[in-house]
């Protein structure tokens, strides 16, 4: 156990739809890292946020977005969704906002778009 | 690195063997690596990392070597479990970057 918690496990819901993946990070971090995990693509890094704040973007689209409240927790919505946007969904963790440090993911969350 | 595709290298060896996955990347300026276990169904989980100042690093059953001349990382695991049975992959991070690149899995089946 990472230590990491994401909510819910498994999320299926219809295309053009709308999301909500949650996710409490371990005690004490204060960094939250975003991960799309598809079969054709593999683990993509979504978004970064370090003490409430946006620190680093990679292959998000526009139809996603992130935050991160003061608790620290994050959640990450997924909009207007599309049979691609199917994945599994990480979430993960570490101490600072660097890179460099080590990070702990959660269990995921498995997104079906039908 | 690349991308984990949905055809992934497969290495398989008998129990008690020793394990070595391999992993490309391809930023020179990458100064921090980690290698990852991810079990079906689960979040991928740390096992070594090492940075750019070294070339090798033990852990407990496993060792990474970083050859940085040829942008090459190893993970090598000794007496190889039927529980060391999952996809590996390494990740890198340029200096001073917050993004990560995560390498080609390599799917290891340990048989008993």
């Known amino acids: 156990d990472s230590g990491v918690t994401q909510t819910p496990k498994h999320l299926i819901t219809a295309t053009g739809q709308r999301v909500t993946l949650r996710c409490s990070p371990r005690?004490?971090?204060?960094?939250v890292y975003w991960y799309q995990q598809s079969l054709d693509q593999g683990l993509q890094f979504l978004i970064q946020?370090?003490?409430?704040?946006?620190?680093a973007k990679g292959n998000i689209l526009e139809r996603f977005s992130a935050q991160q409240f003061p608790d620290l927790h994050s959640e990450l919505n997924l909009s207007s969704l599309e049979l691609g946007d199917s994945a599994l969904y990480f979430c993960?963790?570490?101490?600072?906002?660097?890179?460099?440090?080590?990070?702990?993911f959660g269990p995921g969350t498995r997104l079906t778009v039908t | 690195g690349e991308s984990v595709g949905l055809h992934l290298p497969t290495l398989s060896v008998q129990e008690g063997d020793n394990s070595i996955i391999n992993c490309a990347y391809s930023?020179?300026?990458?100064?921090?690596f980690i290698w990852y276990k991810q079990e079906s169904g689960k979040g991928p989980q740390f096992i070594i990392d090492?940075?750019?100042?070294?070339d090798k690093r033990q852990g407990q059953r496993v060792t990474v070597l970083l050859n940085k001349t040829v942008k090459h990382l190893s993970l090598q695991i000794a007496a190889t479990q039927p529980g060391d049975s999952a996809v590996y992959f390494c990740?890198?991070?340029?200096?001073?970057?917050?993004?990560?690149?995560f390498g080609r899995g390599t799917s290891l089946i340990v048989h008993p």
């Open positions: 946020y370090y003490n409430g704040e946006e620190r």
């Open positions: 090492i940075r750019s100042n070294m």
């Open positions: 993960a963790s570490s101490p600072t906002g660097q890179g460099g440090y080590e990070q702990y």
């Open positions: 990740a890198d991070w340029k200096g001073g970057s917050y993004i990560p690149t």
């Open positions: 005690s004490g971090d204060l960094s």
């Open positions: 930023n020179s300026a990458s100064d921090y």
